[in-house]
């Protein structure tokens, strides 16, 4: 059975609008930030033993920390994650053997809190604040995903928090993992007070609890709240999702408007064109088009072949949501870089060329050519590279592809790079199964 969660998983930081911070009573710049940077580890666990009533389950856990400067005073903000006793003789024994029923030895829920503590310059403790989630059920705080400014006029931080119930049912499956996590952002007011920091949690407006799990979003039910008060949570949702949908549908207009017009008839609604190449495939002395279009949320990208009737007119050939890649699209194949490199175009034939270079790197190309016969793009070859360093050295290995001996007809449109379409001889030749 696999665990409910894994400690540290999943840190989404939303870290992009701290860089531009430079004025106000508050600042949370991320550029400046160490792992060097006070407190360390062993003094945030100093702190929550001996002044916290930590309960000695194992170390707290410290996400990314974060310099906090209130009129040109520097502090520290160090988000922790651990479990507070309830009595000062309580005891919580961490159970090793049943970890994923989350309870300490003792028999008591181990409920982990989420907590934010501050250090002034000197790495002095000066001020601490528990996250309030007043949820019916016990809970386990296991990430604080993302901290970010509300106001800097009013020393106003929004924060991020992630739990889940602790009596819930366990993950079966790894794509289970994550499926009952709840995630909740609050507003906080800090202030300096003869040295020592002092939090205000503020419920009024984004409610408690609630399911708003981003920065942005927490700061535009603000902005909704300050025009329209008293508004439920469906209804400050539904608002905010409103203002969102507004914002795309005005970045699409603007992207739409970027596009050379002849291609605009070929950029679906709720995708911007992000690359084009022109070619002749066929030699027939007018130019084809291939394009790329990425979709506003950035989930997936779509390839659209396109041939030419005239310099400014085309019809669509071929058209595939899967071939090519990008770095959070909805397949098994994820990537912390930008994985598309380039569409290769030749007579009748393009290839579609992804990669990740690094120790540990891959490359998947895709051909397809034209076929007179059945008047579509169909599968003609499959490049798979891969290499890493390991213990011993260098390890790759490559494997190409080929219809009939390795794959049957298939065509741009029904070709899934996830999907099992190679003969059960070509995956064992390459690995690809245990047969």
């Not at 899934?416 to 379409?421: L, N, R, S, T």
Request: hydrophobic letters at 35%; charged letters at 25%.
């Amino acid at each position: 059975m696999l665990k409910k969660m894994v400690f540290g998983l999943i840190m989404l930081l939303c870290l992009s609008a701290w860089a531009t911070v430079q004025l106000g009573d508050l600042k949370l710049p991320n550029v400046d930030w160490k792992d060097t940077y006070w407190p360390d580890k062993t003094a945030v666990k100093t702190v929550a033993d001996s002044k916290l009533n930590a309960v000695s389950t194992r170390a707290p856990q410290t996400p990314i920390g974060f310099r906090l400067i209130i009129d040109d005073a520097l502090y520290y903000i160090q988000p922790t994650l651990f479990m507070l006793k309830k009595n000062a003789d309580e005891v919580c024994t961490f159970d090793f053997k049943n970890s994923d029923s989350y309870r300490c030895v003792e028999g008591q829920p181990n409920v982990q809190g989420c907590h934010l503590m501050f250090f002034d310059a000197q790495g002095k403790w000066v001020g601490f604040h528990t996250m309030q989630i007043k949820e019916g059920f016990p809970h386990y705080c296991n990430a604080m995903p993302a901290v970010g400014i509300a106001n800097k006029s009013k020393n106003e931080l929004l924060v991020t928090m992630q739990y889940f119930l602790i009596d819930g049912a366990n993950a079966k499956e790894i794509a289970e993992i994550g499926s009952g996590w709840f995630r909740m952002t609050s507003l906080f007011r800090v202030k300096a007070v003869n040295g020592k920091i002092e939090v205000e949690q503020d419920d009024a407006c984004l409610g408690n609890p609630n399911r708003i799990d981003n920065i942005l979003d927490a700061r535009t039910a603000l902005k909704v709240c300050q025009k329209q008060a008293n508004l439920s949570q469906s209804q400050l949702m539904a608002e905010v999702d409103k203002h969102n949908q507004a914002k795309t549908d005005a970045r699409e207009q603007a992207a739409r408007q970027k596009a050379p017009a002849k291609y605009r008839p070929w950029i679906a609604s709720g995708f911007t064109l992000s690359s084009k190449e022109e070619h002749d495939f066929d030699s027939d002395g007018i130019r084809d088009a291939v394009l790329v279009l990425e979709s506003m949320d950035k989930s997936f990208r779509r390839l659209v072949i396109l041939k030419g009737v005239n310099d400014n007119t085309f019809v669509k050939t071929g058209e595939s949501d899967q071939v090519v890649f990008c770095e959070a699209c909805g397949t098994s194949i994820r990537t912390s870089e930008d994985p598309f490199k380039e569409v290769v175009l030749g007579k009748n034939k393009f290839t579609v060329i992804n990669s990740v270079q690094g120790g540990d790197h891959w490359e998947l190309s895709y051909s397809f050519a034209w076929s007179r016969i059945d008047k579509e793009w169909q599968l003609v070859g499959v490049d798979q590279y891969s290499g890493n360093l390991t213990d011993s050295g260098f390890e790759d290995r490559s494997c190409t592809f080929k219809p009939r001996k390795d794959f049957g007809k298939i065509s741009l449109e029904n070709f899934v790079p996830d999907g099992d379409y190679l003969t059960p001889s070509a995956k064992k030749r390459c690995g690809l199964s245990g047969d």
